[in-house]
């Protein structure tokens, strides 16, 4: 009887070892998806900040856009447009061209 149980000692520290070297290439594996994760997450993170700073120009820029409509509704604006794109002047005013 003695025999068996050194057989079961050795199958008992071959299956220790088996468990202890699939514990330790598991722990390798998650190791590097791990890294692979973190890389990922910075280039997410870069990308949001670009796009959130994207988003902060364009909204600037409506702001710039509904100003410059709010503008385009003004006398200033049609006098403007009157003077330079069509010649047209007020009655009575003198124009000056330079030759």
Same mark, same amino acid.
């Given at each position: ?8 000692? @050795? &199958? ?18 998650? /190791?590097? @998806?791990?890294? /692979?994760?973190?890389? @990922? ?5 870069e990308e949001q ?35 330079? @794109?069509? /010649?047209?002047?007020?009655? /009575? &005013?003198?124009?000056?061209?330079? &030759?």
């Amino acid at each position: 009887m003695a025999r068996p149980r050194k057989r079961n000692r @050795k &199958e008992n520290r071959f299956s220790i070892f088996l468990a202890v070297i699939v514990v330790i290439l598991l722990t390798t594996m998650v /190791g590097f @998806k791990s890294i /692979g994760l973190k890389q @990922k997450r910075a280039q997410y993170l870069e990308e949001q900040t670009r796009l959130t700073r994207q988003i902060q120009k364009e909204e600037a820029r409506s702001q710039e856009i509904a100003e410059y409509e709010k503008y385009t509704h003004t006398r200033k604006y049609i006098e403007e447009v009157a003077r330079d @794109k069509l /010649g047209l002047i007020y009655e /009575g &005013e003198i124009l000056f061209r330079n &030759e």
